[in-house]
């Protein structure tokens, strides 16, 4: 297991265990690939990395995923997670006002909104509604 700063490039990249959970730009990572991500025509498993969004990790692992906005409004990176929502980000405001309630219930989440905040196995599958 290792981490690094998102976006501070030319700095020391090492930071120490406790403070991993402090801010959004430590990013802590496995190399355990035990998240699957299935996208329109690529499906992959793939190292979870903590704080990256369902989007970032699969632009960072290459998955075909559709987005736009990146801010919760266009619903193009919708997903349906099917395992493993107990180890990401509670909805927030923007998947709250753009996802329907019952859909927020089924496990549809917004993947530009939604963040890996723990390690373990987990299932998403990309379900844009077009
Ligand atoms: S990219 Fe638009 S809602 Fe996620």
Redesign the pocket.
Known sequence: MFKFWKGREGKNNSVSESSAAIGNNIHEETEEQIVELKGRNIQRFVAPVIGLTV?DLAEKNEVDWN???????????RCHVSEGLEYLSPPNEAEEK?LDPEEIDEGYR????TKLEKIGAISIKHAPYF
């Open positions: 989007l987005s736009f906005c990146k801010r919760g409004t266009c619903a193009r990176c753009r917004l993947g530009c909104q």
